[in-house]
């Protein structure tokens, strides 16, 4: 069994910060992509940043120079840092890790139960 917990959700006001936190346990040989996604009452699941094992990252325009995304590969857990916090922002934010299983090698997507981040005006 694999599983993703994510910490640090919360409430904050606009232009606040908060770091959320997901961490991966379990059979896990190796971990490959891990990534952060949210979704907003009546919204559709989006992404929000991806970092590859190596290091990479992408971010969805609406949070390029406000969010960082970073990974602890020794502690295989990810992180993101989120600076200058709008209204538009509140969601549950989900982590995601596309991973290798020990015990058989197989691939396998994983998602995290969700953390829900409120920002107020």
């Known amino acids: 069994q694999v599983h993703l917990v994510e910490s640090g959700g919360g409430l904050v006001q606009a232009g606040g910060s908060l770091r959320l936190s997901c961490a991966a346990s379990?059979?896990?040989?190796?971990?490959?992509?891990m990534g952060w996604y949210r979704q907003a009452p009546g919204k559709q699941r989006e992404l929000v940043a991806t970092?590859?094992?190596?290091?990479?990252?992408n971010y969805a325009d609406s949070v390029k120079g406000r969010f960082t995304i970073s990974r602890d590969n020794a502690k295989n857990t990810v992180y993101l840092q989120m600076n200058s916090l709008k209204p538009e922002d509140t969601a549950v934010y989900y982590c995601?890790?596309?991973?290798?299983?020990?015990?058989?090698?197989?691939?396998?997507?994983?998602w995290g139960q969700g953390t829900l981040v409120t920002v107020s005006s």
């Open positions: 995601n890790a596309d991973l290798v299983v020990a015990a058989d090698r197989r691939y396998l997507e994983r």
């Open positions: 379990g059979s896990i040989f190796s971990i490959n992509a």
């Open positions: 970092i590859t094992s190596g290091g990479s990252t």
